[in-house]
């Protein structure tokens, strides 16, 4: 039951350019929207979050957006800098509980 | 900076044994969670904690499992008789609030292997 999805394991990027990550859900119930990031042999370590009544947050490097009609969430980082190589991933939670649902994560690599 | 620590960073257990892991949250934080990760798998989650009980389980928190917080500060989680398909990454978390309008700062992970 696979409830937030991140259809892309990995992507690579030029150092400068801008990394794009992508995130589908499908519980309509959801209405608040993390990412976090994930260095090996790290905990998650949270970097940006979106309530469900917003469809852009924005920190830094950092943007997320959110189309609810679509059930899509992106992250964009610009510039991107070989330090954002991680992995990334999207969670999501509902008002019905405290648990966070997370994607598989996507893999990205920022090519100096 | 606050951070939430794990112990072990590694854990190797025999089936069949009992297993505890330990976190600490972060001091003034009220909601206490564990999560794993089974090798190239999703984070899953499995309990959070609240007022000194359990505020919500995953179907993954079978009667194997349990959480304490024994003194105030640690928040453990036991593993009865472990599993081969136990074997994975446990992350602790811990969060002001709930869920909503905050974020939960886990820990650096206890990879746990049964053999």
């Known amino acids: 039951d696979q409830q937030v999805k991140q259809n892309s394991p990995s992507l690579s990027v030029q150092e400068g350019r801008i990394s794009i990550l992508n995130c589908d859900y499908t519980?309509?119930?959801?209405?608040?929207f993390l990412w976090y990031k994930k260095y090996p042999a790290e905990g998650p370590t949270f970097l940006i979050s979106?309530?469900?009544?917003?469809d852009k947050n924005e920190d830094g490097r950092f943007t997320v957006f959110l189309n609810k009609s679509a059930k899509h969430l992106s992250l964009h980082i610009v510039p991107s800098q070989p330090g954002d190589s991680a992995v990334y991933f999207c969670?999501?939670?509902?008002?019905?509980?405290?648990?966070?649902?997370f994607g598989t994560g996507t893999s990205l690599t920022v090519i100096p | 900076e606050p951070e939430v620590t794990q112990t072990p960073s590694h854990q190797v257990t025999q089936m069949g044994q009992e297993v505890i892991l330990r976190c600490v949250p972060i001091?003034?934080?009220?909601?206490f969670y564990w999560y794993r990760q089974i090798l190239g798998q999703k984070v899953e989650f499995l309990v959070s904690?609240?007022?000194?009980?359990?505020?919500?389980k995953s179907e993954i928190f079978d009667d194997q499992f349990s959480v304490e917080r024994p003194d105030g500060s640690n928040f453990t989680l036991k593993i009865r008789s472990t599993k081969l398909e136990d074997s994975a990454m446990y992350f602790c978390?811990?969060?002001?609030?709930?869920?909503?309008?905050?974020?939960?700062?886990f820990g650096q992970g206890t990879r746990l292997t049964v053999v």
């Open positions: 978390a811990s969060s002001v609030r709930g869920r909503k309008n905050t974020e939960a700062f």
């Open positions: 519980n309509s119930m959801f209405d608040y």
């Open positions: 979106i309530s469900s009544i917003k």
């Open positions: 969670a999501a939670s509902s008002n019905t509980g405290n648990q966070f649902y």
């Open positions: 001091s003034n934080h009220l909601y």
């Open positions: 904690f609240y007022n000194n009980e359990i505020s919500e």
